[in-house]
């Protein structure tokens, strides 16, 4: 099944503008299926939100985490319970505290917004560490949604100040390069943000889980079973030489489960080659491709009209090939 | 009958230099008898007094970044972001090679209490004791002569 996460989220406890509780209480409300707390270089809401999601019994789970907030980018540390000193970070070579943060007990490591407006502007928010090998990084929030949710939102630089389609294309080069790194988005909560049709993450869980939800959402953090979304969801697999994928417009994210029907959508298949293949779809049926078997990895994207990022609605889940199988 | 006192335990002042940007550590032994520990760091000079037509030519090529090589970036347009750049100074600490929280907040002065039973939002609870370690993460600074202030004072329990 599919279960709505958002993974980067502050309170009061750094520069948000909600106590933890409210926080909390937005993230029921609007339906969150898990919700991290990643206020800047500090742990100390865990144990408060923790206590509070389970004293609600909403529909949640709590997920800890961290946004380090360093000179050269932002890194997000879920499952981090204590916070790590970070002033020997080396930006030319990071890969060694990225380490560290997984051993002081970070189970999912990614980069926030990495492509943001970075200086003068906005310091240190711009990724500008140089990573020689990507095997330390679990995943890129490839988009952030504060600034379209703000009132800066219709601002006609709102997009150029997020750089999200720079961050999307980066993690499909590394993707398409073989790199094993989940696409998430970020809301990025600093203040009750405001209505608007942005992405938000979905991840592929079991129905019957045998761990906490959140500990199934790291899980697929870890395992790339993510998309990013304005609604419609899908899954792939391999059957043969061909990719199928089998489209689930269950959810209720931004009304998509009544508004999908009578209309064409363009699903496109980019594989580590070079193959670029399309086709139209309902969204009815399951789509089939054909998949090179020289392909080691691909990435599934699904537009409405269009094939550009303005128009697009979905990203799948990356899909790579393992020993002649695809997972 | 317990009543407390506050003493003074450290007290540092500094002037930063426009473009500096680090990490200042100040590290000292807290004495034993602290119920509660009170941090306060403060610094002047929010926004840019100097060099003002140099910034924004900086934010307008940090926007082009992310923009077309063709595009025209109006004046308007980019005017909006213009009040975005802030000198930035946060404050982590640490008690015995242990970080207890961060304040992370866009504020001149940033005053932080630490104690077992209720620390301030952002930190841990905790016993003040022992080697304690205060680090300015030092962002952003636009104008020269910025002025700090650290000030690190203890609430003393005290028997009669």
């Known amino acids: ?44 809401g865990h144990s408060l939100a923790s206590e509070i999601t389970q004293q609600k019994g909403h529909e949640l789970s709590f997920l800890p985490g961290v946004e380090v907030t360093t000179f050269f980018g932002h890194i997000l540390a879920l499952g981090l319970t204590q916070m790590i000193p970070f002033t020997h970070l080396n930006p030319k070579h990071p890969e060694a505290f990225l380490a560290e943060l997984h051993a002081a007990g970070a189970r999912a490591v ?13 310091i240190g928010c711009r990724f500008g560490m140089t990573i020689h090998d990507w095997s330390v990084v679990d995943y890129i929030e490839v988009v952030n949604t504060s600034i379209a949710e703000s009132e800066m939102g219709n601002h006609p630089l709102a997009e150029a100040l997020s ?13 398409l390069g073989g790199h094993r790194i989940a696409a998430v988005t970020g809301k990025d909560i600093h203040k009750p943000p405001l209505e608007a049709n942005v992405f938000t993450t979905f991840v592929q869980i079991e129905d019957k889980l045998a761990v906490s ?8 953090i870890l395992s790339q079973k993510t998309m990013i979304t304005k609604g419609p ?43 670029v293949i399309c086709c139209d779809t309902d969204m009815a049926e399951a789509v089939s491709f054909p998949f090179s ?35 | ?32 008898d602290l119920s509660r520990l009170k941090v306060t760091f403060s610094f002047d000079k929010l926004h840019a007094e100097q060099d003002i037509e140099e910034l924004q030519a900086g934010c307008r090529e940090a926007l082009m970044k992310n923009l077309e090589e063709e595009t025209e970036l109006l004046e308007c347009m980019a005017s909006a972001v213009y009040h975005l750049p802030k000198s930035e100074i946060n404050v982590s600490l640490f008690l015995n090679d242990v970080c207890v929280g961060s304040a992370h907040r866009n504020q001149l002065t940033k005053e932080i209490w630490i104690s077992e039973e209720e620390s301030s939002l952002g930190f841990n609870n905790c016993r003040p004791a022992g080697v304690f ?8 600074i636009l104008n020269d002569d910025t002025a700090c202030i650290l000030t690190v004072e203890g609430v003393e329990r005290v028997c009669l």
């Open chain 1, 110 to 122: 990614g980069i926030a917004h990495p492509y943001c407006v970075g200086e003068p502007i906005m």
């Open chain 1, 233 to 275: 969801l899908f899954e792939t697999s391999l059957q043969e030489d061909k990719l199928v994928v089998k489209f689930d417009n269950s959810s209720d994210y931004l009304n998509w489960n009544n508004l999908y029907a009578d209309r064409t959508f363009i699903l496109e298949l980019t594989d580590s080659v070079g193959n």
């Open chain 2, 133 to 140: 370690s205060i680090v300015l993460h030092v962002l952003n």
């Open chain 1, 293 to 327: 078997l020289e392909a080691q990895s691909a990435v599934v994207k699904l537009y409405e009209d269009k094939r550009d990022y303005e128009h697009l609605l979905a990203v799948g889940s990356p899909i790579y090939r393992t020993g002649g199988n695809l997972h």
């Open chain 2, 1 to 32: 009958m317990a009543i407390k006192s506050k003493k003074p335990l450290y007290k540092v002042s500094s002037q930063l230099e426009k473009g500096f940007q680090g990490h200042i550590t100040y590290t000292t032994i807290l004495p034993d």
């Open chain 1, 163 to 175: 750089g999200n389609e720079q961050a999307l294309a980066l993690w499909e080069i590394l993707v």
């Open chain 1, 213 to 220: 939800r959140a500990d199934a959402v790291i899980g697929a």
């Open chain 1, 1 to 44: 099944m599919f279960v709505r996460a958002e993974l980067h989220n502050h309170s009061t406890h750094s520069d948000g503008t909600m106590t933890v509780e409210e926080l909390i209480d937005f993230a029921a409300q609007n339906k969150f299926g898990t919700l991290a707390l990643t206020d800047h270089n500090t742990v100390s």
